[in-house]
């Protein structure tokens, strides 16, 4: 058996010197403030977690005020081969593309192209006359409706207010008539286009009154499709033109190049506590390496695969109030409006982009007022912490396994080991 990978901080060079100098690696974590010691105990805990087969493997990136006091690997790529993960592989990012989508949409509002407030009607017209699911028949999919009382906007749909719905992880109701129309889950299949599902999904009753309730929601599929109507350019061009290159957002992709492929990581389950690689189809009976074919379905709510570091490289944009190594991509006041909470109402933080750590939910973590955050259907876990400088962020390569030790515990490690 290979030995388990723990590619240490080469220091004092930089991080990615080929991809320009957006974190410094420095020789000690407390020259940025941590303890050593401390530090030490995340990476117990990884080697616990690999070696007891709760995970195949993991990356963890942290840096404060851009310096990288950890960035390293543990475990496999895939349990089966027992090929060593890389720090530099890739992941299915999953959620965690919707604030990149985010992003993009205020580009467009920074540019004058929509307003937050716009119904979505405006872009998409089979939006015009929303319905309201009154009520549904299990035996066959058929519903009634009424007329929605307004329609859904931009803004309701960057804060999951909309009333969309999930197919395949929504509401029962939903997931079956979503199914019925063919409205995959935000990968989508062979040959399939965003702004083709969504001009269906617009024809599809909300679940309710757009504004009035939090529902988790495909708004930022649909929202991947405003862009491309609204910028002239596919979703995913869009990206690379404006964010990805940019920031040297190099391996962010939602299908990889074939010089990439190799560094994808396996897909694994949980099978009695123990990671094994996961053959059977993710989400809408898609090939977990979907990554690796030749898509057309740029999803802006689920279908991104990225690295740490590139992921870091966007959070540091933020941190730094919409810039990075010069280039700017959002105002510092259009940042200050994203991390601005929009929806109170039931204890939890959401901005325009992000979950917000707030006084209605602060109690529950050591994380600073304003912090921001998100995650991943493959147990991949961020937040920004703008009070301390901090990113930190957790890779794994598993699905539909939860491990609460990475949401949890890793957290209240990075925070233990912070001094000063």
């Not at 074939?258 to 094994?276: E, F, M, P």
């Not at 999803?299 to 740490?308: C, D, K, N």
């Not at 730094?320 to 200050?336: A, D, H, W």
Request: with cysteine.
């Amino acid at each position: 058996m290979r030995a388990l990978a723990l590619a240490l901080l080469v220091l004092p060079r930089l991080v990615s010197a080929q991809q320009g100098s957006a974190f410094t690696a420095v020789a000690r974590p407390e020259d940025a403030g941590f303890s050593s010691a401390r530090l030490a105990r995340i990476d117990s805990l990884m080697s616990g977690l690999v070696r007891d087969g709760r995970i195949p493997g993991g990356v963890v990136f942290i840096s404060r005020n851009g310096k990288a006091v950890m960035y390293k690997a543990w475990g496999y790529r895939n349990v089966d081969t027992k090929d060593a993960l890389q720090r530099t592989d890739i992941f299915r990012i999953a959620s965690q593309s919707k604030a990149i989508t985010s992003t993009a949409v205020m580009m467009l509002w920074e540019d004058g192209k929509l307003g937050l407030d716009d119904p979505i009607a405006k872009y998409i017209p089979e939006f015009k006359d929303a319905k309201i699911l009154k009520t549904f028949n299990a035996a066959d999919s058929s519903y009634t409706t009424e007329p929605a009382k307004s329609q859904p906007t931009i803004r309701h749909m960057l804060t999951h207010t909309s009333g969309v719905d999930y197919a395949v992880i929504g509401s029962p109701n939903a997931r079956a008539i979503y199914a019925k129309a063919g409205i995959p889950s935000g990968i989508g299949g062979p040959g399939t286009k965003i702004c083709d599902k969504m001009r269906v999904l617009g024809t599809l009753p909300l679940k309710h009154e757009p504004g009035a309730q939090f529902t988790y929601a495909l708004g930022l599929d649909v929202l991947g499709c405003v862009v491309e109507l609204t910028s002239g350019m596919s979703y995913d061009q869009f990206l690379r033109n404006r964010i990805f290159d940019p920031l040297g957002m190099k391996d962010t992709w939602f299908y990889l190049p074939k010089d990439r492929q190799a560094r994808l990581v396996t897909l694994h389950a949980g099978v009695n506590g123990k990671s094994v690689v996961r053959t059977a189809p993710v989400f809408d009976n898609i090939d977990p390496d979907y990554p690796k074919s030749a898509g057309t379905y740029f999803s802006g709510g689920g279908g991104m695969s990225s690295t740490a570091e590139d992921y870091a490289r966007f959070l540091q944009m933020y941190l730094n109030k919409g810039e990075l190594n010069g280039v700017r991509l959002l105002s510092p006041k259009t940042v200050e409006m994203i991390l601005t909470e929009q929806w109170p109402k039931e204890g939890f933080g959401v901005g325009l982009a992000f979950g917000l750590e707030t006084p209605g939910n602060d109690w529950q973590s050591p994380r600073s007022l304003g912090s921001f955050s998100w995650g991943g259907a493959f147990n991949t876990i961020y937040w920004a912490d703008p009070k301390e400088g901090l990113i930190a962020q957790i890779y794994t390569n598993l699905y539909d396994n939860p491990v609460p030790e990475l949401g949890g515990k890793f957290g209240n490690l990075v925070y233990a080991a912070i001094l000063k």
